[in-house]
């Protein structure tokens, strides 16, 4: 009886595995903006999860892992917003043309959470058809991780 038990367990794992559909939305780019191109890598893969950490600086968001690679002109802005926004609009509201699948953007707070996840709610309510999901059902989705509020 144990043999006949086991042996469905084994066969019922195998047939619900054999319909795990893996693409390139289960995938994340992690530390994304340390590629030669941020963002546009991953989003031309079809990437489910693209992640930057940002940093409070000066009342701007600036992408970079750590304090001493801080470089003003890569905003969260102008490398990961403004190039989504430009593609939901020419996408007609939606990540890809061929697809009404979207992405979520993992943002991580190495800052305090005040200012910057106050920073990070002003430039996203700019873009409600592209980050409201009560707006755009085809919203991306923003994850927030490191410094959170309680």
Do not use: C
């Amino acid at each position: 009886m144990k043999k006949i038990v086991a042996s469905v367990i084994l066969f019922l794992s195998l047939s619900i595995s054999a319909y795990a559909q893996y693409t390139t939305l289960n995938a994340h780019s992690h530390n994304d903006y340390e590629q030669k191109t941020p963002f546009s890598l991953a989003y031309n893969a079809h990437f489910g999860s693209i992640e930057a950490d940002i940093w409070a600086v000066k009342g701007e968001l600036i992408v970079a892992h750590d304090s001493t690679k801080i470089m003003m002109d890569r905003t969260l802005e102008s490398l990961y917003l403004l190039p989504t926004v430009n593609l939901f609009k020419a996408n007609g509201g939606k990540a890809w043309k061929d697809s009404n699948e979207s992405f979520q953007l993992l943002i991580d707070l190495k800052t305090k959470v005040e200012p910057t996840l106050s920073l990070l709610i002003d430039k996203l309510k700019k873009y409600p058809e592209v980050f409201d999901p009560e707006v755009n059902k085809n919203a991306v989705r923003i994850t927030i991780t490191g410094n959170r509020p309680k």
